[in-house]
T-cell receptor, first 114, second 114 residues
Framework: NAGVMQNPRHLVRRRGQEARLRCSPM?????VYWYRQLPEEGLKFMVY????????ESGMPKERFSAEFPKEGPSILRIQQVVRGDSAAYFC????????????FGQGTRLTVV | AQKITQTQPGMFVQEKEAVTLDCTYD???????LFWYKQPSSGEMIFLIY??????QNATEGRYSLNFQKARKSANLVISASQLGDSAMYFC???????????FGAGTILRVKS
């Protein structure tokens, strides 16, 4: 059973470009969470999705950021018009149900904006 | 107020000795879960141990144990017989009630000396 798969592992974008980060949850997991880790900091919750639904987006910046988890395919975190401050590690986690005793994390995507 | 507080930015421990990493939390919800994750220099998030607020006994997983003191709202991680491979960043995290998002502390860097 493959773990949570994120790609790409590393992504470099110029200011103003778009960044697309992908997350395939573990098989059988229908809950996906995105977190952001700025340098030298802990992870901060961004958004929680179930298939085709955004359940909690309280941690998402109001502009330029969006997330989806379609019926088929991976979850996508999209950042439009990236700025230097978007440089961070973005982690995806998945779980099979709510209130799980373990959230399985992917290896993260390290976004660098130049 | 901070939900999760890790007061030790960095810790050193001699190989083969035990070390305690501190974590205090703040919540008014009677139902919550506490997690510890390890983040080595390679960047992935590795789940170590989980403690539920209603669990009667302290959680243990191999060399990891959680010293759960509910009245003090502390959930310290104890690593016994430290190994060089334990050198990493360690994060304490909490999930409240039926919620799904994790709130992370700022982390503690542990260095194991030979």
């Amino acid at each position: 059973n493959a773990g949570v798969m994120q790609n790409p592992r590393h992504l470099v974008r110029r200011r103003g470009q778009e960044a697309r980060l992908r997350c395939s949850p573990m098989k059988g997991h229908s809950h996906v969470y995105w977190y952001r880790q700025l340098p030298e900091e802990g992870l901060k919750f961004m958004v929680y999705l179930q298939k085709e639904n955004i359940i909690d987006e309280s941690g998402m910046p109001k502009e330029r950021f969006s997330a989806e988890f379609p019926k088929e395919g991976p979850s996508i975190l999209r950042i439009q018009q990236v700025v230097r401050g978007d440089s961070a590690a973005y982690f995806c986690a998945s779980s099979p149900w709510t209130g799980d005793t373990e959230a399985f994390f992917g290896q993260g995507t390290r976004l660098t904006v130049v | 107020a901070q939900k999760i507080t890790q007061t030790q930015p960095g810790m050193f421990v001699q190989e083969k000795e035990a070390v305690t990493l501190d974590c205090t939390y703040d919540t008014s919800d009677p139902s919550y879960g506490l997690f510890w994750y390890k983040q080595p220099s390679s960047g992935e998030m590795i789940f170590l141990i989980y403690q539920g607020s209603y669990d009667q006994q302290n959680a243990t997983e191999g060399r990891y144990s959680l010293n759960f003191q509910k009245a003090r709202k502390s959930a310290n991680l104890v690593i016994s017989a430290s190994q060089l491979g334990d050198s990493a960043m360690y994060f304490c995290a909490m999930r409240e009630g039926d919620g799904n998002k994790l709130v992370f502390g700022a982390g503690t860097i542990l260095r194991v000396k030979s």
